[in-house]
C-alpha cells in the first residue's frame, strides 16, 4: 500500500514542520548553554534541522490550487511540544528532549511513514526520506552520546529526566507539572 496524494502532502508538511520547531529550538539553545560541548551539539543539530526542513519544503506539492504553506502544519502533539521548549534549562536537560523527544519523535514520524512510500511511485520522497533517516539517527547518535557523558550527578539526571516528562506531558495535553507527581 501507498500513500495517496493527500497523505503524502499532509506528512511532508508535517516533517518540514517539525523540522522548522527543532531547528528554533536547538538554535537558541545553542545560544544560551554554557557548557561548549552541548552548545556545538545543539547548533549542528539546529543545522541539520534546518536543512531538512528545506528538504521537506522542496517535496511539498506545488498546485496552483494549494498554498503550500498551508501543508505545513503541526502533527498530533506537536504544537504543545513546541510551546514547552521555551522553558527547558541546563545543558542534560536540553540534550535529553532534543535526544529522546525532538529526534525520537523526527525519527518515529520517518519510521512510520517508511512502509508506505514506494521507491518507484514515490522516488523523490522516497530518496529523501532515506537521506533524513539516516541524518536523524547520526544526530541522535552524537547527542546521546554527549548526554550521557553529562548526565554525571544525580541532580542533572533528574533534571533532564524531569524536562523530558514535562515536554511528553505537553504532547499528551497535559499539565508539565503532572510529571513531577
Known sequence: MTLSFDESAAAVGGFRWCELATWRACSAWATTTPVAAAAVCLDVVGAHAAWRADQWWQRLPVLASVERSSLVVPPPGWAAVDDALAAVEGAPARLAVTTRVLLGRLAAGYAAIAGFVSPVADGPLARTLA?????????WQRSAALLTNLLVTGEAVDDAAAAVSGVEHRALGGDPGEAAQ
Request: cysteine-free; overall charge negative.
Open 131 to 139: 537521506q533524513a533517516q539516516a541524518d536523524v539517527a547520526a544526530d
